[in-house]
């Protein structure tokens, strides 16, 4: 697949891409692990990629830990944010520079987490949880907030058109790579929780505790024939 740098592309899109197979699309992006074993090889793994020519403002979110390197990749204009050629030709970079480094890159090891809260009147929640929280509005959207440090999970504003007192107002979005999702719902499962529906899947399972606290495990670049779109539900697609 031939991807201009400007063109917005798909979850779908990035993973069927040749030379982007150590990397996962998320719902805030698309991310990768790397396995340094140290914090001082993790330093010179950033470095490396602090020192890639002509990133054109386009860069990385690394997080630096004591065995190991998160990276995310995501382009944001003042209307998008959401999945590019930038993404691909820069994701194709970074496992160049680890290989080259002895790195090993392990996307098995990704995830994200998003909380949703149902709104009934969407436009007079979200400031609030704007103000509350120092958070700001995703780029592009009016149902969500994300914060601007890069650190705490994004809000996604679900409207409702009606009260469900039946069913919890805020719940949690687990984004895991495409190729794990069934074996984390297999694990939430096996430690005591329920299946609520697998009518969206691949795209998304939705689970709840003993107590019916729900969560949905999402997925996103599935190669398969895309799910039916939900009406009212839960989650949503993940970036672009």
């Known amino acids: 697949m031939s991807t201009d740098l400007d063109e917005r592309i798909t979850p779908t899109q990035f993973h069927e891409t040749d030379g982007v197979g150590e990397w996962r699309v998320l719902g805030e992006g698309v991310c990768t692990y790397f ?8 330093s010179r793994l950033v470095r490396a990629i602090s020192e890639l020519a002509d990133l054109d403002h386009h860069y990385p979110d690394v997080d630096v830990r004591r065995v190991g390197v998160t990276v995310r990749l995501v382009t944001i204009t003042p209307d998008y944010y959401g999945l590019s050629g930038r993404d691909i030709a820069l994701a194709r970079r970074i496992s160049a520079v680890a290989r080259e480094l002895g790195i090993p890159a392990d996307p098995s090891a990704v995830q994200t987490v998003q909380v949703a809260v149902d709104a009934l009147a969407r436009p007079e929640v979200v400031p609030f949880w704007r103000a509350v929280l120092g958070y700001a509005d995703r780029a592009g959207s009016s149902e969500d907030l994300i914060d601007p440090r890069g650190r705490g999970p994004a809000i996604w504003f679900q409207e409702m ?3 469900r007192p039946q069913r919890n107002r805020i719940h949690l979005d687990v984004w895991v790579p495409y190729d794990r999702a069934e ?13 609520v529906t697998d009518a969206y899947a691949p795209s998304f399972w939705v689970l709840a505790d003993v107590e019916g606290n729900e969560v949905c495990v999402g997925a996103a670049g599935w190669t398969g024939p895309e799910p039916g779109t939900p009406t009212g539900g839960t989650a949503r697609q993940a970036v672009a």
């Open 35 to 42: 396995r340094t074993g140290s914090f001082p090889v993790g």
């Open 161 to 163: 058109d009606a009260p």
């Open 183 to 195: 074996a984390r719902v297999a694990a939430a499962l096996a430690a005591g929780g329920h299946l």
